[in-house]
């Protein structure tokens, strides 16, 4: 057992749910952030029959108030974040062929809301408790159709994806990851964005190829890299090379 804090937005479920029981089986203490109470408390009750030190934390990333209170908290009764999974994501698109010019101006707030602004939120409110771990990390789950580079090339898998919301919200999720690595650049902390494949969740009727234990393999190598580590890339499984790990282009 470790006195790490490790913090997972969106960890009721999916991909957060398994990040957070992989980086409590390395003994961290795991905060499971969940918007739902209900959903919060029977995923903290999961992890915990399982063995892991398991702690539900209200969370809602889309509500300044509630990114406060977590923050306060986390502050109160641990003094410090060791690592930062910001995990929780939406998917939406409009119209049936989802494409640019059918894109409603709500539906990309929405989205942008939860998985760009949110993160932004909830990483400004913890950072002094991450600038106060020995070597904090900060992961935030992005995904391969964020790649300008991957989704502009005829050959990749994601090509025909013509919808606006949620690539271009990963999109600047990933300038996001760059801009706060390159704060941070001369401190102990590391900032990576991860992708962690197609991988079947609710999120997409679990159609995914991979498992969620897969996906989150991805946000626990980056939460747990050593200190030569690299800091401000987008990286994880790689698709379009037949599988395995590295980084992807922007
Ligand atoms: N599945 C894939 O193939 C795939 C691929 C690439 C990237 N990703 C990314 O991986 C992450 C996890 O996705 P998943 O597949 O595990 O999806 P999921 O099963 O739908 O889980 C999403 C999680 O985010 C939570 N969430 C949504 N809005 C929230 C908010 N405002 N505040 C707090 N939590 C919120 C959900 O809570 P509720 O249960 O309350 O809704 C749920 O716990 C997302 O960022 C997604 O974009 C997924």
Partial sequence: MTNMIALVTGANKGIGFETARQLAARGMTVLVGARDAERGRAAERRLRDGGAQARFLSLDVTDEESVATAAKLVDEEYGKLDVLVNNAGIVLSDGERALPSETTLATLR????TNVFGVVAVTNALLPLLLRAPAARIVNVSSEVGSIGTITDPESFIWRLTSVPYPTSKAALNMVTAMYAKELRDTPVK??????????TDFNGHTGFRSPEQGAEVSVHLATLPADGPSGQLWGHL?????GYGVLPW
């Avoid at 929405?110 to 809301?113: A, D, L, S």
């Avoid at 900032?191 to 079947?200: D, H, I, L, S, T």
């Fill in 110 to 113: 929405r989205v942008f809301e």
């Fill in 191 to 200: 900032v990576n964005a991860a992708n962690p494949g197609y991988c079947a």
């Fill in 239 to 243: 698709a379009d090379s037949g599988g």
